[in-house]
């Protein structure tokens, strides 16, 4: 190949490997706070119209609280908004950008929620089929939502309920005690924000996926989540994956099939739920 036609090539490869990423339909702010505004990423169903009800979803990033971007989830949002689905990977606040703790990352969870389930009418979603998901800290603040019952914004409508219809969890952070992640950053407050320790009867149903060699997440981590779910009449579902450390999920990661797995796993969930529709 000739040395011109390979540096043409090579400069191009990052504009395409761009225009291939999914890309949300719409960008709405949710919320706005001193560190500025927060965005809800929306990915719409084809021919989707305001007057729809469709179910939807929220997803939050990961990052350690620290970083991470809404981009994390377009690849599921994507897949998810072709099957009928709204959508959305939401902004909340971290410390690398908004010198913020992780009590602001669940109150801009719960204020996500809030919005979307508020503007249901706006979005074309039906409020009453609203679930959360999230990655490692996103996992922690989906869970969160659902289990904390603080942690509320002040400028917040807390007649409008922030608690989701289902949860979708990637090795999430739900242990927060002496003993979890995060401890370090919450201390004594930890049972504040600690999902673990905040579950309830009345809780929605979850999925969880887990790497068996995941470093910040034990599988026992795991299976007490699952069986707390359980003593309290709630079902949640822990799925495991053999050798797959923290993040294995990513659709990066190794040779994608993880990804595809746990795709599948989340349609299968939200399909039982009556989120999607089965297969004829």
């Known amino acids: 190949m000739r040395p011109a036609l390979l540096l043409v090539l090579l400069l191009a490869a990052p504009a395409v490997a761009q225009e291939s990423k999914p890309q949300p339909d719409r960008e709405i702010v949710y919320k706005t706070t001193q560190q500025g505004p927060l965005k809800l990423h929306v990915f719409l169903p084809e021919g989707h119209q305001a007057t729809d009800k ?122 927060n005690g002496p003993e979890g992640y995060g401890y370090d950053r919450v201390k004594e407050r930890w049972q504040e924000i600690s999902p673990m320790h905040n579950i309830r009867e009345g809780m929605p149903p979850a999925i969880v996926f887990l790497g068996t060699k995941d470093k910040l997440i034990p599988v026992e981590t795991g299976k007490a989540f699952e069986k707390k779910m359980e003593n309290v009449g709630s079902h949640s579902e822990l ?26 796993a989340m349609d299968r969930f939200l399909t039982e739920l009556g989120f999607l529709k089965a297969a004829e």
């Open 239 to 264: 799925m495991l994956f053999e050798g797959a450390e923290h993040g294995f999920f990513n659709p990066g990661k190794g040779d994608g099939s993880a990804y595809r797995e746990t795709v599948a």
């Open 54 to 175: 469709r179910p939807a979803i929220v997803f939050f990033f990961g990052g350690g609280w620290v970083g991470g971007s809404p981009s994390q989830f377009y690849p599921q949002c994507r897949h998810l908004a072709e099957q009928g689905m709204v959508a959305i990977s939401a902004e909340y606040r971290v410390r690398s950008r908004h010198k913020t703790t992780p009590f602001e990352c669940v109150a801009d969870g719960k204020s996500a929620i809030r919005w979307v389930r508020s503007h249901a009418d706006e979005l074309g979603i039906d409020p009453q089929k609203l679930a959360a998901g999230g990655g490692s800290a996103g996992g922690h603040v989906a869970a969160a939502t659902a289990t904390v019952p603080g942690l509320d914004d002040p400028e917040d409508d807390t007649s409008v309920s922030a608690v989701p219809d289902a949860l979708v969890l990637f090795n999430p952070v739900y242990d």
